[in-house]
């Protein structure tokens, strides 16, 4: 239990409570007056001419680098009438964690399937794309142009600047869904991912991260958790909502030809699994060949097959030529932001030679052909993929949810329980297994699913839809009614799922302030500790429960004092159960700091306050950070944590314990040779340190290197520059090393020990 004494004066806190700021207007919002493009009211009217659009240019180090979101600087206001509004995903003060959201939500966007006729991949292949069409579209799903209008459950339109949806490959996607689970462990290829960054010293060294804000390296190890997963039945996440099926102008018989893709997702190679939904949007697209096909030609047989498609069809003008970076109006195709471990690490060494070339490892396009895929892809989203799924939503919600929630639903839920009436069996040996249960008798416990029209399977899928969608109150209202629902079948995975999607959902929801009746913390707590330990004892799937933890720390930390403690306790459960290797470990310890650091007090006197143990997690992280190699960022810990120690009120305590002084010395020694070693021999992320702390000096200087004594700081300061701990009174001494390893390996890194878990040290 924390003293008084850990707590600090009244002081304005750094980070408030997430109560979204609300803003009510007055006065009736003006008439609903939309032009064609922002409009998503109704299916039909296409875009003659798309907005203007900028270049994109990255390289592989724009990995790194943080998100430029513009939803933080969005305002959040009630939907009047249906009419609609701006909205940002919550009213926090701080950029860094709306950064953080945004990629959280973008990460469970809508899934499209990419179905491409030979020649269109042919076309894409002659552009120097990898992959086929599927690869030159992926990139532009990233974020979707200009602002997406999404009805709610309620009538109430929203407009969000940040959507994104995931392009993949049809066949890829149904090779997962029917292929045994694979052997690759996802979390070995995310720390070897991990450790390509780290050890070349890829990082932002231009911006780097203020107290509080989420490094570059967390939020690259962040997406990468959220994209490791593939197709499963559990969840319908990596479902296709709908399916891109594209020829060219130079296809023969095309309409035949599309007529045969079409069957082949419906009934034949590329037909999705039993527990994934059939009947999803199928989009057909022309690709016109600027440079060998004549458009008058590709118009008429676009009109032929608007006639016998609908209205979900799309012309699509690319030059099928290739073009080098010092042509005229070219621009280089943008990286995809949502690549698995196993991807990016593919990506890595196939361009690792470009890369020791200075070269860019993604092809140039031209301008025009980005323009027009930024405009299909916003049509194809704003046009059908929404009105789509809002449609689905509607129906689902009225055929299923809403009887659930009325009062005869509720009886026959308590019949089910307490006398075991169930539905129509689909499985006998679900009916063996489960019989006298309470269970419905749709799980087959054999397979470990439910087919896809079960009332269950579609209740998860109106959930995860409305989740899609942003709607996080009928998200999270529908998976509290599945929780019930996959407790009674004993279906383990559907279980962890609803309850690690009902946090998130709840957590998300910018209504659902941290002072209201239904934000209790026993109830994420709750939630957490089933997703995770069904995940993770129950299914074997490590991988899953770790993103279940990281999602609830990094929405908790900012939800409050008791909140951010929780989310304190989640982060260091990761750590205890193995979840993490070496690299991991660091940037989770990293995450639980900020946690302990954003507690706030109560009172005037700020009692409660866990300053000095977010100081020992950033002294402890800083040693970490010395083992891996990077002394320009332990050196950056150790700052944080001289900032943390002297906002207390005895922020000299550490230098009575002899041994903690003397630990501090020696890190802070270790710190500085290795920085002047690093130096002396060209590693650039030690140079970059070095630089922006008052630039390099010659070689001869090496040996004779100055840096800044810490300076004590006047307790009273609690705007405390930034000062430099890399030199100490200790330098005069010999260097010992009492940093060895003493901890269990991390189950993560059988192949070799790991350094950095440690013993139960008595500390929580």
């Known amino acids: 239990m924390t003293s008084p004494s850990d707590g600090d004066p009244p002081q304005q806190p750094e980070y408030l409570s997430s109560i979204p700021v609300l803003e009510v207007h007055k006065t009736r919002s003006p008439a609903r007056d939309e032009s064609p493009e922002t409009s998503t009211t109704s299916l039909p009217l296409r875009t003659s001419s798309p907005p203007p ?4 240019t990255s390289t592989l180090s724009s990995v790194l680098s943080r998100s430029s979101s513009p939803n933080g600087r969005l305002s959040l206001s009630f939907p009047r009438f249906g009419r609609s509004q701006v ?65 709610d459950s309620t009538g109430a339109s929203r407009a969000w600047e940040d959507f994104a949806v995931h392009f993949a490959d049809l066949g890829q996607l149904v090779q997962e869904g029917t292929s045994p689970p694979s052997d690759t462990n996802q979390l070995e290829k995310l720390e070897e991912l991990m450790e390509q960054f780290i050890d070349e010293g890829f990082d932002d060294g231009d911006d780097l991260p203020g107290r509080g804000e989420i490094s570059p390296f967390y939020r690259l190890f962040l997406t990468r958790v959220l994209c490791a997963q593939s197709m499963a039945p559990h969840e319908s996440f990596r479902h ?48 016109h060949d600027e440079d060998r096909d ?54 890595l060494y196939d361009t690792a030679d470009l890369i020791d070339l200075n070269t860019s490892p993604s092809p140039y396009i031209f ?7 930024r405009a299909f892809v916003r049509e194809l989203v704003a046009q059908s993929i929404i009105y789509h799924m809002e449609q689905r939503i509607a129906l689902w919600n009225e055929q299923i949810a809403s009887r659930r929630r009325g009062i005869s639903g509720r009886f026959m839920s308590l019949s089910k329980r307490w006398t075991g009436i169930a539905g129509p069996s689909r499985s006998s040996s679900s009916i063996t297994s489960l019989g006298g249960s309470g269970a419905s008798g749709n799980y087959d416990s054999l397979q470990g699913m439910y087919r896809y029209d079960a009332p269950e399977s579609l209740l998860r899928k109106l959930a995860d839809y409305a989740f899609m969608l942003r709607d996080y109150k009928l998200a999270a209202s529908t998976y509290e009614l599945l929780r019930t629902d996959y407790a009674n079948d004993k279906a383990w995975k559907y279980l962890a799922g609803a309850n690690e999607m009902c946090c998130i959902a709840t957590l998300l929801n910018p209504l659902t302030s941290s002072g ?15 997703a995770s330990y069904s995940y993770l004892t129950r299914c074997s799937d490590p991988a899953l429960a770790l993103r279940a933890i990281l999602l609830g720390v990094e929405l908790l930390k900012v939800r409050g004092r008791a909140a951010s403690e929780l989310a304190a306790k989640w982060a260091i459960r990761s750590l205890e159960l193995g979840l993490v290797g070496s690299t991991g470990h660091v940037l989770v310890s990293e995450r639980i700091a900020s946690c302990f650091a954003d507690r706030i007090g109560i009172g005037h006197t700020n009692w409660g306050m866990r300053r000095r143990k977010a100081a020992l997690w950033n002294i402890m992280t800083a040693d970490e950070w010395m083992k891996l190699g990077r002394a320009e960022i332990a050196g950056e810990r150790l700052d944080e944590a001289q900032e943390l120690y002297n906002e207390t009120q005895k922020a000299q305590a550490t230098k009575e314990y002899q041994e903690m002084a003397e630990y501090l010395e020696q890190l802070r020694l270790a710190v500085r040779m290795k920085l002047g070693e690093a130096r002396k021999r060209g590693y650039s992320g030690a ?25 004590t700081l006047d307790k009273g300061d609690h705007r405390v520059d930034r000062r430099s701990l890399l030199g100490g009174a200790g330098a005069a001494g010999g260097l010992v090393n009492p940093l060895e390893p003493v901890t269990p390996l991390s189950p993560v890194r059988l192949n070799r020990p790991s350094p950095l878990s440690r013993e139960d040290d008595d500390f929580e």
């Open 53 to 56: 659009l900028g270049s994109r």
């Open 87 to 151: 909205n940002s995903p919550l009213g926090n003060p701080s950029e860094s964690y709306n950064d953080t959201r945004s990629l959280i939500v973008r990460a469970f966007s809508p899934t499209l399937a990419i179905y491409a006729a030979q020649e269109v991949d042919e076309l894409a292949a002659r552009k120097g794309v990898k992959n086929g069409f599927t690869g030159l579209v992926r990139p532009f799903g990233n974020k979707v142009s200009g602002k997406m209008v999404i009805r």
């Open 240 to 287: 296709p909502v709908g399916a891109v099926i594209a020829i060219s102008s130079s296809t023969k018989q095309p309409i035949d030809t599309l007529r045969n893709l079409y069957q082949q997702t419906a009934q034949g190679s590329k037909a999705l699994p039993a527990y994934a939904n059939p009947e999803y949007l199928r989009y057909y697209v022309l690709v």
């Open 294 to 347: 004549d458009f008058s030609k590709s118009s008429a047989l676009f009109d032929q097959m608007k006639r016998h498609f609908g209205l979900h069809c799309h012309l699509l003008r690319l030059r099928s030529a290739s073009c080098t970076p010092s042509d005229d109006d070219t621009e280089e195709l943008p990286p995809c932001e949502w690549l698995s471990p196993s991807e990016q690490l593919a990506f």
């Open 367 to 373: 301008s025009s052909d980005a323009a027009a895929l």
């Open 516 to 530: 209201s009746s239904k934000f209790k913390i026993e109830n994420f707590d709750l939630m957490l500790d089933v």
């Open 687 to 711: 140079t970059r340190q070095l630089e922006l702390e008052g630039g390099i000096p010659g070689e001869g200087d090496v040996e004779d290197e100055t840096v800044e004594e810490m300076t």
